[in-house]
């Protein structure tokens, strides 16, 4: 029987009854439902400082269900008190009933926790927990959430030490004909689902009530089986059966679908209803083994779309928690149930006493993996192994991201401001004109901009100066938002463009605007020596650093000469102004040039220092530009081979909206980079096959861009692609 038929699909009979429901579940035992909390306890709260990720569903302020991952990095929700916690949602407004089910890395079990919007503040969401439980870790084995790439899975094997783990996409099933018209046909669906084991699914009551609960099997979770309809078995479990009920009262639902060693997400609602037909049942078997019914989907909207959270939290490439190194699930539950037993009679006595030997949660494993492996195995499943041996890479940690703490937010002029920041007991060593790239979260989503250090090298602060630019986003963010005490986090030092103390005997200066930054930093440095500064700046009152560099130039007169050049009084500094300052210095032939400001200024300056004959190699320039975002080109998923030379490093898939450095560096793959944001070039790889877009401008020269050479930092794939690594 073909189900690619919508007359069949409606046909199917509908459990709409609990009877009906339970008649073929059972009822769930009331151990089960005494696991059930009303508060984040010490063991809720341990989970939630460690889960990176967690499936997340909520009704929009229009009332639409959707389901996504939220998170990036362990402890991302913030917990206020027992019954209040907030976290922060990049994408749409929260409302009304909310639900949760937190993941660790490599462990089954999960903890589901669901509760209501109390308020929100900008991107941060509060939310009101009304309940918490531990989900048993059947749907993670089933689906090998965290072993996708190799043998086996479930939680860490007893005793593993930590290592890092590059999980591959999981293998895809064969891809099937989508038949008829439909979401389900839309780009990269298809192909999605065919490899996706594991979904988050949410559900809401008509009493106020919602519920995620993590669904998963072996290779496709969802089976397509028209344009439009999707099914999902529903195989034994702890017959809470909360979707089920839900959808009894509320036949709306969404669910966001992973595939292991990718960074997207699968976004998808409509509604849904029960059915037990043997037929359909038959379809699912695993060795000869249906499912006892399975939930059929009238699919009303479906895309897959890169995922923050995933790509922050690299869920596929980190190290898997050593022994004591995450709390124990199944300790929490046991809590959980010791705690609700009524009185205090010798069963609960004795679990309470049993649950705090140290190491019960090691010593019981074993027992509880014997009996999660025989009960999936009655389910049909042939090659059940819980632990499992990972593939083991290097770590991408040659340039990692920094926290450090702002000491001071000092005002320069109207429209710039220095943060000075700190991280105690470590310098900050880089070289005097180099930048740092700054890294902090905007509404919920990184945003990266690349600033030059405007201090001296070696110490234990470091000074970025950041100017208003109209409308950029991070230059906004930390004039109008940051306070001495927050924090962010950095990256480098970067770039090409700096001077060698020991070796700057004799330096010219050319910058304008902001272009002043990279300068402060070598006259802080230098010390000896001299340096003649050309400064091009709209006013006095815009002019950074003025009083600075006049009291240097003061104290210093034999070492330091500054010339400002103020373009609202005498106009825009051409080549003729450049040519007569320069013919008024008197300068060796061993004399270094430094040119630093827009790119019109740049073109002028090193058009003059070419008519005058100075040698390339004395002339060193840093074009600066405003930070603009990544546009969005690519709207279906793209296939990215990595080559070092004749060697294949490995494939992955670039999601829609993604670079191809963070769909590399999410997968584990050791691609170049150090700035992120196409200011340095370290990211520049050989594009041997596929079409790229770049968001401009960046550092690439032409010469470069002609010899095929792409920025994969702002690269984003408009097809399949093959880049090579291999230095240039």
Not at 138 to 153: D, K, N
Request: proline residues 7%; hydrophobic residues 40%.
């Amino acid at each position: 029987m073909s189900w690619e038929n919508n007359t069949l699909v409606r046909a199917l009979p509908r459990l709409e009854t609990v009877g009906e429901i339970e008649a073929i579940l059972g009822r769930p035992p009331s151990m089960i439902m005494l696991k059930t909390v009303a508060a984040l306890d010490e063991g809720c709260r341990a989970v939630l400082a460690h889960s990176p990720l967690a499936g997340f569903g909520y009704r929009d302020a229009g009332g639409v269900g959707r389901t996504t991952f939220i998170g990036g990095a362990p402890g991302f929700v913030r917990v206020h008190s027992p019954t209040r916690m907030s976290f922060t949602l990049p994408d749409g407004e929260a409302h009304g009933p909310v639900s949760f089910v937190f993941l660790l890395p490599g462990v089954g079990e999960a903890l589901r926790v669901n509760g209501s919007v109390a308020k929100r503040k900008g991107a941060e969401t509060f939310v009101d927990v009304q309940e918490a439980y531990v989900h048993c870790a059947q749907a993670v084995i089933r689906s090998r959430l965290w072993f996708s790439g190799g043998p086996g899975g479930g939680a860490p094997r007893p005793g593993a030490e930590p290592r890092m783990s590059q999980q591959p996409p999981a293998p895809a099933g064969a891809v099937p004909e989508v038949g008829g018209a439909g979401p389900l046909g839309n780009p990269g669906v298809a192909e999605f689902l065919a490899a996706a084991p594991f979904l988050a699914l949410s559900t809401w009551d008509d009493s106020g009530g919602a519920d995620t609960s993590p669904r998963g099997d072996r290779q496709a979770v969802a089976r397509i089986l028209d344009g439009r309809t999707l099914v999902i078995p529903d195989r034994k479990g702890n017959k809470r059966a909360d979707s089920l009920h839900n959808l009894l009262r509320d036949d709306r639902l969404s669910f966001a679908a992973l595939v292991p060693g990718r960074t997207g997400v699968l976004h998808v609602r409509g509604r849904g209803w029960i059915t037990d037909d043997p037929a359909l049942l038959e379809t699912m078997a695993l060795r000869g083994t249906p499912p006892h019914a399975a939930l059929v989907i009238d699919v009303e909207h479906a895309e897959v779309t890169a995922n923050e959270a995933l790509t922050r939290s690299r869920v596929w490439t980190a190290a898997r928690p050593g022994p004591g190194a995450a709390p124990d699930l199944m300790v929490v539950a046991g809590n959980h149930l010791a705690a609700n037993m009524a009185g205090a009679g010798p069963l609960a006595r004795l679990l309470k006493a049993v649950t705090r030997i140290p190491g019960i949660g090691r010593m019981l494993r074993p027992v509880f993996n014997r009996a999660s492996r025989s009960g999936l195995r009655k389910e049909g499943y042939d090659d059940v192994t819980i632990g499992g041996r990972q593939s083991i890479v290097e770590s991408e940690a040659a340039n990692p991201l920094r926290e450090v703490r702002i000491a001071e937010v000092r005002r320069e002029t109207p429209s710039a401001v220095t943060l000075v920041l700190e991280d105690p007991g470590r310098s900050f060593d880089f070289r005097p004109g180099q930048f740092f790239t700054l890294v902090t979260d905007i509404d919920g989503r990184p945003v990266r901009r690349a600033y030059s250090a405007s201090s001296a090298p070696g110490a234990p602060r470091l000074e970025v100066t950041v100017k208003q630019v109209d409308g950029g986003r991070f230059s906004t963010h930390v004039h109008r938002n940051l306070r001495a005490g927050d924090r962010l986090s950095v990256r480098g030092p970067s770039g090409a463009f700096h001077v060698d103390p020991a070796a700057a005997h004799e330096v010219v200066l050319i910058a304008a605007g902001s272009g002043i930054t990279p300068m402060m930093s070598m006259i802080r440095t230098l010390t000896a020596g001299r340096i003649a500064l050309l400064y091009s700046s709209r006013s006095h009152e815009e002019m950074i650093f003025a009083d600075e560099l006049s009291r240097l130039a003061e104290e210093h007169p034999e070492r330091l000469a500054v010339t400002p050049i103020l373009t609202r009084e005498r106009g825009r500094l051409d080549a003729a102004g450049v040519h007569d300052w320069l013919a008024g210095l008197r300068l060796s032939e061993e004399v270094q040039y430094y040119v630093c400001g827009p790119e019109a200024l740049t073109d002028v300056v090193l058009g003059v220092l070419t008519e005058r004959g100075v040698p390339d190699d004395h002339v060193h320039h840093e074009r600066y530009t405003s930070g603009t975002d990544v546009t969005t080109v690519a709207t279906v998923p793209r296939k990215m081979l990595v080559e070092d030379g004749t060697h294949e490093v490995g494939s992955l898939v670039v999601e829609p909206g993604q670079t191809l450095l963070d769909a590399g560096l999410a997968a584990g793959l050791p691609l170049p980079y150090s700035c992120t944001v196409g200011n340095c070039g370290d990211c520049m790889v050989k594009l041997r096959g596929g079409e790229v877009a770049m968001a401009g401008p960046n550092c690439l020269t032409p010469e470069q861009k002609a010899d095929g050479h792409i920025l994969t930092c702002v690269g984003l794939p408009l097809s399949d692609v093959t880049v090579d690594i291999a230095e240039p």
